[in-house]
């Protein structure tokens, strides 16, 4: 079946981290661009990072620039969002996005 899977996601303290993780099986992650976004309650899906094919570049979100960062391993299919000095305005579901298709998302909740 070919899909994305976030995981990683869960509840923190403001100031905490998580590494949201995207595993990709049926198809191949390398050569395409990956994303992440994220939706929060009563907002539209905004784009946080991406990371290129190639994984020379990389940009983000002027929310979460200095805080967050995209990487990936074409070798394990996977990419990853490292997100620190979390804030309770990061709060939402976070999706990945890679060769025109989205996960199911994972729920990020920041909250003290």
């Known amino acids: 079946q070919v899909q994305l899977v976030e995981s990683g996601g869960g509840l923190v303290q403001p100031g905490g981290s998580l590494r949201l993780s995207c595993s990709a099986s049926?198809?191949?992650?390398?050569?395409?661009?990956m994303s992440w976004y994220r939706q929060a309650p009563g907002k539209e899906r905004e784009l946080v990072a991406y990371i290129t094919g190639s994984g020379r570049r990389t940009k983000y979100g002027d929310s979460v620039k200095g805080r967050f960062a995209i990487s990936r391993d074409d070798a394990e299919n996977t990419g990853a969002l490292q997100m620190n000095d979390l804030k309770v305005e990061d709060t939402g579901v976070y999706y990945c996005h890679a060769g025109g298709l989205w996960g199911q998302g994972t729920q990020v909740t920041v909250s003290s």
């Open positions: 049926g198809f191949t992650f390398d050569g395409y661009v």
